[in-house]
């Protein structure tokens, strides 16, 4: 395993307070290793500063669920038809290749 990736897994082990659980480029951060609400965005401000990757241009919001209360909102939502809103996937692959151009956004995680 090469030094670089090597140290990117062992920040999100500690961060997301996992043990033997496998670590991959694929990882999904929310739907894998359960990282959301405000979890979620120390898990991005650490890892900014950690591997000095700018997250200032980085929308949480879009890849990350609300931590809270579950059950009204998909109440109401069945009540008004409306669909819940999808997040976009974050994976220890778009960390790396952060880690690589310095700033985690939209354009380095989807090239």
């Known amino acids: 395993m090469d030094k670089p990736f090597s140290k990117l897994k062992d920040f999100v082990i500690r961060q997301a307070h996992i043990d033997n659980e496998e670590i991959t480029s694929e990882t999904m951060l929310e739907d894998d290793l359960g990282i959301t609400g405000d979890d979620a965005v120390e898990f991005i401000i650490a890892f900014g500063k950690v591997f000095n990757v700018d997250v200032s241009h980085f929308m949480a919001a879009e890849y990350f669920e609300p931590e809270g209360d579950?059950?009204?909102p998909a109440?109401?939502?069945f009540l008004t038809g409306k669909k819940k809103?999808?997040?976009?996937?974050?994976?220890?692959g778009h960390l790396e290749k952060a880690t690589v151009a310095g700033r985690l956004d939209e354009n380095i995680i989807n090239s």
Do not use: D, E, G
């Open 70 to 72: 579950i059950i009204i």
């Open 75 to 77: 109440i109401m939502r």
């Open 85 to 92: 809103k999808a997040t976009k996937k974050l994976t220890v």
